[in-house]
Nanobody
Framework: QVQLVESGGGLVQAGGSLRLSCAAS????????WAWYRQAPGKQRDLVTS???????NYADSVKGRFTFSRDNAKNTLYLQMNSLKPEDTAVYYC?????????????WGKGTLVTVSS
């Protein structure tokens, strides 16, 4: 099992910055994809950024150039640095981890942290 705990959400003005953290524990050695998702009010949960087995970091077009995904392996912690925030970034942000399974993959999720960007 893998446990994920997000933190760092809050209220920020448009144009401001915020850094989210995700503390991971458990059988993290089995994880091959790490990601951040977000879900805005009334919308589906969408992928924001991910680190894939080829070591590439991918970003959704809506956040490219503003958000940065990083890891501190010594602390087993993931970070999402968010700059130049816009009201459209308001959402619950979720940490996600995937591992191979017999049929496809297994997903692990944190409970989410709320980011609210005021105009």
């Amino acid at each position: 099992q893998v446990q994920l705990v997000e933190s760092g959400g809050g209220l920020v003005q448009a144009g401001g910055s915020l850094r989210l953290s995700c503390a991971a524990s458990g059988s993290i050695g089995s994880i091959n994809v790490w990601a951040w998702y977000r879900q805005a009010p009334g919308k589906q949960r969408d992928l924001v950024t991910s680190i894939t087995p080829d070591a590439n970091t991918n970003y959704a077009d809506s956040v490219k150039g503003r958000f940065t995904f990083s890891r501190d392996n010594a602390k087993n912690t993931l970070y999402l640095q968010m700059n130049s925030l816009k009201p459209e970034d308001t959402a619950v942000y979720y940490c996600n981890a995937k591992r191979p399974a017999v049929f496809g993959s297994m997903d692990y999720w944190g409970k989410g942290t709320l980011v609210t960007v005021s105009s």
